[in-house]
C-alpha cells in the first residue's frame, strides 16, 4: 500500500479537492498534507490542515500513487484529537436503480446533487449510472471536469467544527448554472440548498417514493 512516502507531488489531488478550492494555500490539500509529512511534521503540526478536510473522498480517486489519503488523513485527525479512528460511512443512496420512471421525471432544467462520498467509494458502477441519467434527461449534475462529484461538505466533521464553510462551497457550485429544481441524494443537503437556490429542493428518495405511490 503506498503511503504519503510515494507523493511525488503532481498535484493531481488538488483539482477536486473543497479543501484545497476553499482555500487556495496547498498546505490544505492532500499534496500538503503528505509533503509536511515528508518533511517530519507530526499530527500536531498540521491539526488546522486536517480538520478542514470534509472526508469526500474525491482526492483518493485522482492520487496516481493511489495512496490512501482519507485513511491517511483520518488516522493524522485521530492522532491529533485522541479521539479513536473513525471511518466515515458514505450514506445509503438509493439511486432509483435503472428505474425507468426516475429518468421520465427529471428534466434539463434540474440539478441533480449527488451525495459525494458514496459515489467516490463506489465510483466505477456509480459514474455509469450517472452518466446514463444525465444522457437521458439532460439534468445537470454536481459533477467537475474529471467527473468528481463537488461536494457540499454540509454534515461534516469539518462543517460542524466551523473549519469548512459551506455557504460560500454550494455558491461556488451553483455559480453559472441555471436551473429550475434541485434534487439532493442526501436529505442533509436540503436545507441549505434551499435557501442559497431559493428553488424547491426535492430528496431522491421523496421523489422514487411519489412515483412509486402515482404509478
Ligand atoms: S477527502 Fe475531500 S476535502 Fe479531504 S483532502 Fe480529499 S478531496 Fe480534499
Ligand atoms: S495526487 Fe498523490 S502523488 Fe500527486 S500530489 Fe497528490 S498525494 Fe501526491
Redesign the pocket.
Known amino acids: 500500500m503506498a503511503s504519503y512516502s510515494d507523493c511525488h507531488g503532481c498535484a493531481l ?1 488538488l483539482l ?5 478550492l476553499q482555500k487556495r494555500d496547498v498546505r490544505f ?2 499534496q500538503g ?1 503528505a509533503k509536511a509529512l515528508q518533511h517530519g511534521a507530526i499530527a500536531e503540526d498540521i491539526a488546522e490542515e486536517v480538520s ?9 480517486l ?1 492520487c496516481p500513487e493511489q495512496i490512501d ?2 485513511a491517511m ?1 483520518s488516522s493524522l485527525r485521530s492522532a491529533s484529537t485522541c479521539e479513536p479512528e473513525s471511518e466515515v460511512e458514505p450514506a445509503h443512496v438509493d439511486m432509483g436503480g435503472c428505474d425507468a420512471r426516475l429518468h421520465m421525471h427529471l428534466t434539463a432544467d434540474d440539478l441533480f446533487i449527488i451525495d ?1 462520498l458514496s459515489f467516490h467509494a463506489h465510483y466505477v458502477q456509480r459514474l455509469a449510472h450517472y452518466d446514463a441519467l444525465r444522457k437521458s434527461t439532460g439534468c445537470q449534475m454536481n459533477l467537475d471536469l474529471n467527473r468528481m462529484a463537488i ?1 457540499t ?1 454540509v454534515g461534516s466533521r ?1 462543517d460542524a467544527g466551523g473549519m469548512f464553510d459551506v455557504t460560500s462551497q454550494i455558491q461556488w457550485l451553483m455559480q453559472g448554472r441555471s436551473f429550475e429544481r434541485v434534487i439532493v441524494e442526501n436529505s442533509e443537503d436540503q436545507v441549505m440548498l434551499a435557501q442559497l437556490s431559493g428553488k424547491p429542493v426535492i430528496c431522491l428518495s421523496d421523489l422514487i417514493r411519489s412515483e412509486k405511490k402515482d404509478a
Open positions: 489531488c477536486s479537492c473543497p479543501m484545497w490539500s492532500p498534507i478542514t478536510c470534509i472526508d469526500c473522498g474525491a482526492c483518493d485522482l489519503l482519507s488523513i459525494a461536494a461538505g469539518a
